[in-house]
Nanobody
Framework: QVQLVESGGGLVQAGGSLRLSCVAS????????MGWYRQVPGKQRELVAA???????NYADSAKGRFTITRDNPKNTVYLQMNSLKPEDTGIYYC??????????????WGQGTQVTVSS
């Protein structure tokens, strides 16, 4: 029922910028945290940036000062502005919505992933 659709990935030269977006369709009761994760071949998926329902943000050390995560709650959309991109930022980026289904019940929804490639 719920589907997350990502866009904005692509190929960019080092030092360039990209803006990723992820919008959810379907019914989600309550979205607590939204986040962006990156996965590189041979390594597990890791958190890049997250934003709480109240707007508090958290970034991986590698993203601090360069990436900015924002959300638009009425549109069920999360964005990731990526500036000063480096080759090591290359990977598949997945958006994540954490839904609170009850006081004690949560579940995660994931996008299909969008490829970001930063060339030297």
């Amino acid at each position: 029922q719920v589907q997350l659709v990502e866009s904005g990935g692509g190929l960019v030269q080092a030092g360039g910028s990209l803006r990723l977006s992820c919008v959810a369709s379907g019914t989600i009761f309550r979205i607590n945290r939204m986040g962006w994760y990156r996965q590189v071949p041979g390594k597990q998926r890791e958190l890049v940036a997250a934003i709480s329902s109240g707007g508090d943000t958290n970034y991986a050390d590698s993203a601090k000062g360069r990436f900015t995560i924002t959300r638009d709650n009425p549109k069920n959309t999360v964005y990731l502005q990526m500036n000063s991109l480096k080759p090591e930022d290359t990977g598949i980026y997945y958006c994540n919505f954490n839904e609170q289904r009850s006081v004690v019940s949560f579940r995660d929804y994931w996008g299909q992933g969008t490829q970001v490639t930063v060339s030297s």
